[in-house]
């Protein structure tokens, strides 16, 4: 049955992927469907009032093409004005803590190896990235959460 968005609140239930022009252009689009599919983001552009928020599935590592191309938003260490949290989460339902590959996270230069389901808080004004995920056996499901309308970053002085 489909979801009813019609009504008082339907313009508060989201259910297409509304990207920032940042983020679809035909370069992030197919760099970014190399390793994965994006669902849905959300801010203050496609839903008033709202903090940003994204989600997606990851299938297939991106550690190569992030260390080569290192102009990504993800390739080097960036830091927000504001708090973010990352998390990541394996798709098997009778293990769920098992993230079922490797993501590898830079915090404040610092490599972090996830290999359990977890949520990450990045503080404001941390530096973070490089994000690579190294190894994918089953689907990741991974979500960015920032307490600001839209996504920005400053990306940091080498």
Partial sequence: MPM???GRHGNLVMQDLILPATHKTPAALAAYARF???LHWVDSNNMPGSFQMNTSW?????REFVLSNPGSPVGKPHTHNYPEILGFYGSNPDEPDDLGGEVELYLDGEPQIITKSCMVFIPQDM???PLLINRVDRPIFHFSVVMNGEYTFIQDRE
């Fill in 4 to 6: 009813n968005t019609d």
């Fill in 36 to 38: 994965g599919r994006r």
């Fill in 58 to 62: 990851w299938y297939k590592a991106n």
């Fill in 127 to 129: 530096p973070h990235c």
